[in-house]
């Protein structure tokens, strides 16, 4: 998934950057770096999040412009990152933040030295302006004498860089902003991407607008028309496609997208593996057909996948069995369709549409090489490296906010669009311990009441993603003056914007209450119901 590169077709507007202007990223390894590129977007600019370690040799594309992150490196560390010197001689503005600042001083003939006090938190950055110098007053245009900012530092500036002059400081830092009026390169010693800065977004979109001049044309209208002519000039005009859609919001939109853009060349399938919620197959091919006029191919599996489960009980492989036995159903599918295809003289099928986002992406590109591996997300298309088939993945530029926003734009309705994530894996990763449909059936009845609860009760919003999990131990209770020996089940909610960290949901009591006593009452097998209140980390957001 490294390979930035889609489909080329010379000649036709296939890539994103010739269509929008783009703002070019480089992450140091700075917490915030994600955020800088939410922000530049909240601008309607597109931009790009790279690794600091770049060549811009060996770039594809001319940015607008640059944004150098922040960094837990100081730049005099013997194993800092260093940026390409070569960004400086691109001729177009450079905005440095925090470690930024510091990198672009470091290589301008300026000095970064370890401050007596570490700077963490709230500052106030006074601002100096230069009557006859307006260039250097263009990234702090339309904001008062001072503003709010939040730092997080402990070098500072201690010497200017040649040619450049100060158009911020605070109470501790005497250079905390900085600028070249010529070069068009600044420098900031605070992080504007986070919420704690006042007017943050607006030294951004300053940055990205006022000195880049880059058009504010990135809106998910924009997208869509753009994407479906992208498609179209990719796929051609005899070609096929496939895509795996499992109803969630990512691969549904991905189909909308797709079949806007060729109609009935374009075949979604979705595999029944046996860890479906209730009915979820049935209602997934009913909304896709009827209301999205996607035509969906529903391939039961489930005795496979739930065979090949048999006896396991370990959560990563689990995940291995299911991750396998996806792609080759799915290679057995496209296979027979292909045969219908050539039958019936259609084309072949050469494509394979993925719901990717950004944040796989930029997950698989860190400088700092790939983190250990807590669990194995299972995707469907991620493992087929082998496969013939070409990816387009319309989605690999957006959050999944922006993909929400996409869903409203393309008028699918609000409860998919606001569908909460739920796993390839399935239920398999919420029934810990063997797999058996028994315990999937009690599982899932579980799930069911608690999600309707939660509907009613009008919290389903409010929560990032919800569900129950079917504990492998017993418990003793008593019910009808009988002793029982019977299973948990525990119930998860957890409010979140990224999925990577996340804090339970604090689930008022009286909906707790109905929930317990619902699926005590109305699931066999189950006499005792936990609440989850584990955060992210320490915790994950699913038990296996
Ligand atoms: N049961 C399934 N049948 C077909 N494809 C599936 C199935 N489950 C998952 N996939 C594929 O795996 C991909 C990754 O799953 P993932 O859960 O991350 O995304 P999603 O289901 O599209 O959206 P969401 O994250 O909101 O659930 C999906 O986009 C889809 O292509
Ligand atoms: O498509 C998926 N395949 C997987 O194998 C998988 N594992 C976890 N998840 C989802 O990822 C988010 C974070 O989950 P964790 O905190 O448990 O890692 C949550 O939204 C999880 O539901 C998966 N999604
Ligand atoms: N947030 C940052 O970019 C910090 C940069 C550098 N590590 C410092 O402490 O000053
Ligand atoms: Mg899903």
């Not at 390409?84 to 003939?109: M, S, T």
């Not at 390169?185 to 940055?207: A, D, R």
């Amino acid at each position: 998934m490294t390979d930035l590169q889609q489909p080329q077709v010379p000649g036709v507007a296939t890539e994103v950057h010739s269509m929008y202007d783009t703002i070019l990223i480089l992450d140091f390894g700075s917490q915030y770096s994600h955020l800088i590129t939410r922000r530049v977007r909240e601008a309607g600019v597109y931009c790009e999040l790279l690794p600091c370690t770049q060549k811009i040799d060996d770039l594809h594309f001319k940015p607008t412009g640059v944004i150098l992150s922040g960094s837990p490196y100081s730049v005099y560390d013997k194993d800092a990152p260093r940026v390409d010197p070569k960004v400086f001689e691109l001729g177009v503005p450079v905005l440095g933040i925090c470690y930024g600042l510091q990198e672009i001083a470091w290589n301008h003939g300026g000095r970064v030295d370890p401050h007596d006090k570490r700077e963490y938190g709230h500052a106030i950055v006074q601002i100096d302006r230069h009557e006859s110098h307006p260039t250097a007053n263009l990234l702090f245009e339309g904001i008062g004498a001072e503003t709010k900012v939040w730092m997080s530092h402990g070098d500072q500036l201690s010497v200017m860089p040649e040619g450049f002059r100060v158009i911020g400081h605070t109470a501790t830092a005497p250079y905390a902003a900085i600028a070249h009026e010529e070069k068009l390169m600044f420098g900031i010693q605070f992080h504007p991407e986070v919420t704690h800065s006042e007017q943050g977004v607006k030294i951004l979109s300053n940055f990205v607008l006022g000195v880049c001049k880059c058009r504010s044309n990135w809106s998910m209208d924009s997208f869509v028309e753009k994407e479906i002519e992208r498609i179209r000039a990719i796929v051609g005009t005899d070609a096929e496609v496939v895509g795996a859609v499992s109803g969630g919001v990512d691969s549904t939109v991905a189909a909308k997208i797709m079949h806007s853009a060729i109609g009935d060349r374009f075949h979604a399938i979705l595999v029944d593996n046996g860890v479906m919620r209730l009915n979820e197959c049935e209602t997934v091919k009913e909304q896709l057909s009827n209301k999205l006029g996607i035509n969906l191919k529903v391939v039961d599996a489930s005795e496979e996948f739930l065979g090949r489960l048999k006896g396991v009980t370990d959560p990563e492989r689990k995940r291995k069995i299911i991750g396998n036995t996806f792609i080759e159903v799915f290679e057995r599918e496209a296979a027979a369709l292909d045969k219908e295809n050539e039958a019936k003289g259609r084309g072949k099928i050469e494509y394979l549409l993925q719901g990717t986002l950004y944040p796989d992406v930029i997950e698989s590109i860190s400088f700092k090489g790939p983190s250990a591996t807590i669990k194995t997300h299972h995707n469907v298309g991620g493992l087929l490296e082998d496969m013939r088939l070409k990816l387009i993945e319309p989605l690999r530029e957006l959050f999944k906010d922006e993909v929400r926003a996409l869903g409203k734009v393309l008028d699918i309705d609000e409860e998919l669009v606001w569908r909460h994530p739920f796993p390839g894996p399935g239920l398999a990763i919420r029934v810990l311990g063997e797999v058996t449909k028994a315990q999937v059936d009690i599982c899932r009845q579980a799930d069911h009441i608690y999600l309707s609860e939660i509907r009613a009760a009008g919290l389903y919003r409010k929560i990032s993603q919800a569900y129950a999990a079917l504990l492998p131990i017993r418990s003793v209770g008593v019910m009808g003056d009988q002793r029982t020996y019977e299973q948990v089940i525990a119930l998860r909610a957890v409010e979140t914007t990224d999925f990577m960290t996340a804090d339970w949901f604090p689930m008022p009591v009286e909906v707790l209450k109905r929930m317990s006593q619902r699926i005590i009452n109305e699931v066999r097998g189950v006499n005792r119901v936990v609440y989850d209140v584990s955060s992210k980390p320490p915790s994950t957001i699913e038990w296996e």
